[in-house]
């Protein structure tokens, strides 16, 4: 039996180029070994569903190229992805939170960095509502409290200790600056954004009456 048909193959293909990756970064990006994208692309094995999805995911393209023979098995394995990488950001987003708020109470405690007051209740005000939205979190932004954190590190460990006014006019003043707007914009975007059912974001599919079986 062969769920592959030419207009799958020719979209996988013509998507990957229109990337511009190799078939090598594209065995990378997806982990489907470069021999079976090989393979694939020249209709010599059928694609697995799994590769399908992998394949589908780093290409951006639309499940609606699934036969609808195959959806159900489909929609299970997209389901635990999705679900395992979500589990995955949910874990890293309590670290890189927790993290956060030690260094927040560092700087208050130490005192090696002279703020306002008022701006650090905003950090940690932020910092708050950023861990009760966590569910609508990613990777992206994970990345960014990251490194907000690491900015405001680097000054707590660099044994600055001068008053608030030099601090203000010091090289430190503007990172710490941004380092603040970066998690005010995280923030903001997760207040703002919306949890998007897993059914919800699966298209139709179109392809039903066009794979028989082999």
Excluded: C, W
Excluded at 99 to 128: F, H
């Amino acid at each position: 039996m062969s769920y592959l048909n030419d207009k799958i193959l020719r979209s996988l293909k013509r998507a990957r180029k229109a990337k511009g990756l190799s078939q090598r970064e594209l065995s990378a990006k997806s982990g489907v070994p470069q021999s079976h994208i090989s393979k694939i692309e020249n209709g010599a094995v059928d694609l697995r569903v799994s590769s399908l999805v992998a394949l589908a995911r780093t290409l951006d393209l639309e499940l609606e190229l699934v036969p609808r023979k195959i959806v159900p098995a489909v929609q299970s394995i997209v389901r635990k992805t999705i679900n395992t990488d979500l589990m995955n950001t949910q874990k890293r987003a309590k670290e890189v939170i927790n993290n956060y708020r030690e260094t927040i109470n560092a700087i208050s405690n130490v005192g090696k960095i002279n703020l306002p007051q008022n701006e650090l209740d905003k950090l940690n005000r932020n910092i708050n509502e950023i861990s009760n939205l966590m569910p609508r979190i990613n990777s992206a932004q994970l990345e960014a409290i990251s490194s907000s954190r690491k900015v405001i590190e680097e000054v707590l460990n660099s044994g600055y200790t001068k008053e608030i006014k030099k601090v203000l006019n010091s090289g430190y003043a503007e990172e710490i600056k941004k380092a603040f707007e970066k998690i005010d914009s995280v923030r903001n975007t997760l207040a703002h954004s919306k949890l998007e059912s897993i059914t919800k974001s699966l298209p139709a599919y179109s392809l039903d009456n066009e794979v028989d079986d082999e």
